[in-house]
Nanobody
Framework: QVQLVESGGGLVQPGGSLRLSCAAS???????VGWYRQAPGKQRELVATITSAGSTKYADSVKGRFTISRDSAKNTVYLQMNSLKPEDTADYYC????????WGQGTQVTVSS
């Protein structure tokens, strides 16, 4: 099964930017792939999706601020996050959409002054 490794999280001030990466152990772009996040005490939610055709979709809460992209040659999916807000604080994960693959360890994003 494809294994996923997320990276790029950290502590950033409100209004700042981060770029998350998700490296896959094998090609997985024949399916839709998404970034999910789970804030403390909340359920995991899907925030961005990229289809096999390259179409993208975003949750309303991140639309206009986050951009999902992929590099097929590197088997990697990215999430560019701009204009970060404290409510974006969460653990971020990538997975297929729907989430049929095993979860990686995630990467923590903290937005705080």
């Amino acid at each position: 099964q494809v294994q996923l490794v997320e990276s790029g999280g950290g502590l950033v001030q409100p209004g700042g930017s981060l770029r998350l990466s998700c490296a896959a152990s094998a090609r997985f772009f024949s399916i839709s792939v998404g970034w999910y996040r789970q804030a403390p005490g909340k359920q995991r939610e899907l925030v961005a999706t990229i289809t096999s055709a390259g179409s993208t979709k975003y949750a309303d809460s991140v639309k206009g601020r986050f951009t999902i992209s992929r590099d097929s040659a590197k088997n990697t999916v990215y999430l560019q996050m701009n204009s970060l807000k404290p409510e974006d604080t969460a653990d971020y994960y990538c997975n297929a959409v729907p989430a049929v693959l095993g979860w990686g360890q995630g990467t923590q994003v903290t937005v705080s002054s």
